[in-house]
């Protein structure tokens, strides 16, 4: 009979063993929030290039472009721009640059480069 006793006192060391034995779980940090629609449009400012003649130009990145690789290509584009494509009616450009295209229209501020993947990168002459 001792050893029926026995065997409920068994049963709770084994049941309550398990309670407060595992530390609880870590709680991950919530995610980062996507960018919204309106940060997407405003894209990353990546700081500055010297443009055609000496312009000075803030560089911007829209969607998966990278900020180092932006301001090469728009620095290369610059660098390849002849006077000639520079002072064209229908506006510098296209100009092959790598994977990216680059060009603006006449008298335009703004330079535009993009790739088939749709990553772009602009250069807003100030």
Sequence with gaps: ??????LPAALAVVLLSGCGA????ATAP????????DQVLA???CGEVT???GAKNKVVVRGKAECA???QVLTDYFAKLTPAEAASPQGPGPVVVGAWTCGSGPNDPV????????????????
């Design 30 to 37: 919530p995610p980062s929030p996507a960018p919204t629609a």
């Design 22 to 25: 595992d530390p609880a779980p």
């Design 43 to 45: 894209g990353t400012p």
């Design 1 to 6: 009979m001792k050893s029926l006793a026995v």
């Design 111 to 126: 330079t535009s480069c993009s790739t088939e993947d749709e990553r772009q990168i602009e250069a807003t002459r100030y």
């Design 69 to 71: 690789e932006a301001t």
């Design 51 to 53: 443009g055609f003649q």
